[in-house]
């Protein structure tokens, strides 16, 4: 009841066009929401809704912090239509820094079937990624590069190279930041 409570209140925040009661709305869902709020967050981002609400959820995801929150997100992306939705949560994996190794296959296809700017943030997801990969699954996927190396256009040909270099070198776990 409380999460129901949790996404009318956001909800009538969005329709109410104060940024204040959205932020006071979306501040509280993510200190207290779980990934059961993925699926209505991207389903707010199909309404007619401010610039800055969208920006908010948006940061919200890249904010996002728990492991259990990747597979619904993933689940998530997957069915999105809206290519311009697409692009913005794709980014957002690689930015909250989340493990994603057992979606590579996922991110890969999306290099090789979407469009150049979705590809490139697919790629930069892997570029970041760590984890075990399957050694079944990685000799798969290169073998799957290798054959759409030369259809793809330049641009994206290039992405494919790169990752030819890349998955047998994903780390197992994430590199320490040095400051």
Not at 20 to 30: G, N, V
Not at 137 to 144: I, S
Not at 148 to 157: G, H, W
């Amino acid at each position: 009841m409380e999460k129901i409570d949790k996404l009318s209140r956001l909800k009538s925040a969005i329709k109410s066009g104060s940024p204040e009661l959205t932020d006071h709305a979306l501040e509280e869902i993510k200190t207290k929401g779980d990934d059961t709020y993925i699926a209505p967050l991207i389903a707010f981002l199909h309404q007619p809704i401010s610039k800055e609400a969208k920006e908010n959820i948006y940061q919200l995801f890249i904010e996002l912090k728990h492991e259990n929150s990747v597979d619904q997100l993933i689940n998530e992306m997957e069915n999105e239509t809206d290519l311009d939705i697409l692009v913005r949560l794709v980014a957002t994996c690689w930015q909250n820094g989340l493990n994603y190794s057992k979606h590579l296959p996922y991110f890969v296809q999306l290099i090789m079937d979407q469009e150049f700017q979705i590809a490139f943030e697919a790629f930069t997801v892997i570029e970041n990624m760590y984890g075990k990969i399957d050694y079944d699954v990685e000799a798969t996927l290169l073998a799957e590069i290798e054959k759409s190396l030369p259809m793809a256009e330049d641009r994206k040909q290039y992405l494919l190279k790169g990752l030819l270099e890349i998955i047998p070198n994903i780390p197992l776990d994430q590199d320490p930041v040095d400051f």
